[in-house]
């Protein structure tokens, strides 16, 4: 029952679109004077230019929120911040790992 439901739903979803689409053809034929054909090319440019928008507006809000918040501290910047060479884990975890030893 639900998968009838959700198609049903996207069905119309899909129809209301496509209507919506025409009705925005026919307005940009009526109003700019130009054929069916060059008002469909009118929308879709139109349309590339909103996704374009909004992935400007997008990026923007991102470059904010990154100027926003303090850039995290990585390990290797705290040791050199701190001016030692290598914390006991990483040395211990080196040692480990190395060819030759076994723990």
Excluded: N
Aim: proline share 4%; net charge positive; with cysteine.
């Amino acid at each position: 029952m639900r998968a009838w439901c959700a198609a049903r739903i996207y069905k119309w979803r899909v129809q209301l679109e496509r209507r919506d689409r025409m009705s925005r053809i026919e307005t940009i034929a009526e109003t700019e004077g130009v054929s069916i054909e060059q008002a469909k090319r009118i929308r879709e440019l139109e349309a590339v230019g909103w996704a374009i928008s909004r992935h400007i507006d997008a990026e923007l809000a991102l470059d904010a929120l990154k100027q926003a918040i303090p850039p995290t501290p990585t390990a290797a910047g705290r040791r050199a911040a701190l001016g030692t060479a290598a914390c006991r884990t990483c040395v211990t975890t080196a040692w480990r790992s190395s060819p030759g030893t076994s723990f």
